[in-house]
C-alpha cells in the first residue's frame, strides 16, 4: 500500500522559514521523482518544485524559486521542501507526490498533476503578515 506523509507545516512570520518533509512507504522511493504542489484556498493546485529520483535534478517553479529547496533521502524514504523568506501569498496546503513514470527525470513536464500517481494528504503553510 502506497502512502505519502506529509509534516512540517505550520504558521511562520512573514520572512520566516519552514522545512516540510514527506515520508513515502510502500514503492521503490529512489526510482521516482517526486513533486511538491500548493493549493491556496479558492485557487488551483499549483506546481511548487519537482526532484528526480536520484536526487541530482531538480525543476522549479517561478513562484517560489531562489527561495526554496527541494531535496531526498533515499536511505530514509523522505522528501524535503526547505522554504525560505516566506509570504503571505505562500499561505497554502503543501502537498508531496510521486511520478507516474520510473525513472523520468524532471523538466517542464513535472509541473502537471497528471503526471504524478500518487499524494500524500498535505500540511497546511499559514504565513502571518
Known amino acids: 500500500q502506497v502512502q505519502l506523509a506529509e509534516s512540517g507545516g505550520g504558521l511562520v512570520q512573514t520572512g520566516g522559514s519552514l522545512r516540510l518533509s514527506c515520508v513515502v512507504s510502500?514503492?521503490?522511493?529512489?526510482?521516482?521523482?517526486m513533486g511538491w504542489f500548493r493549493q491556496a484556498p479558492g485557487k488551483e493546485r499549483e506546481f511548487v518544485g519537482a526532484?528526480?529520483?536520484?536526487?541530482?535534478?531538480?525543476y522549479y517553479s517561478d513562484s517560489l524559486k531562489g527561495r526554496c529547496t527541494i531535496s531526498r533521502d533515499n536511505a530514509k524514504n523522505t522528501l524535503y521542501l526547505q522554504m525560505n523568506s516566506l509570504k503571505p501569498e505562500d499561505t497554502a496546503v503543501y502537498y508531496c507526490a510521486s511520478d507516474r513514470a520510473i525513472s523520468r527525470d524532471v523538466g517542464a513536464a513535472s509541473r502537471f498533476s497528471v503526471n504524478y500517481a500518487y499524494w500524500g494528504q498535505g500540511t497546511q503553510v499559514t504565513v502571518s503578515s
Open positions: 510502500g514503492f521503490t522511493f529512489r526510482l521516482y521523482a
Open positions: 526532484i528526480s529520483g536520484p536526487g541530482g535534478s531538480t
